[in-house]
């Protein structure tokens, strides 16, 4: 077999695990065709790690987007909390003015019952 039909048939079947036998001949035949392989595999695992690596950057960079959205709805969260809490306390305070209202009202009238400035 020429050096170019090696080429052609390792190009054609090195995927299929039939062939397996064909192929780790012309592997042996062929140098040129041994050093392309391995070349192949480390092109290869160097594309596994890239993949790899894309892959735990997307996972980190989704989970630190899920803590900033979580910390903006617990700001969001403790806002509306707050809000909650100042409406009672305002509400609190108006009670209290509206009572004090009404006692200094009756008090002005017991004084004025009574004559007393």
Known sequence: MAPIERWAVFFRYSQE?????????ILDQEE???????????????????????????NFLDIKCGMVDARWEGYKQAKEEDAGIIQEKDAAIQERDTALQEK??????????????
Do not use: C, V, W, Y
């Not at 392309?36 to 894309?54: C, G, K, M, P, V």
């Not at 200094?104 to 400035?117: F, V």
């Open 17 to 25: 695990s039939e062939r397996r036998g064909l192929i780790n001949e």
């Open 32 to 58: 040129g065709i041994q050093m392309a392989t391995e070349e192949l595999l480390l092109i290869s695992e160097d594309e596994n790690r890239r993949f790899q690596l894309e892959h735990e950057l997307k």
């Open 104 to 117: 200094d009202r009756e008090i002005a009238e017991l004084r004025a019952k009574l004559g007393r400035p």
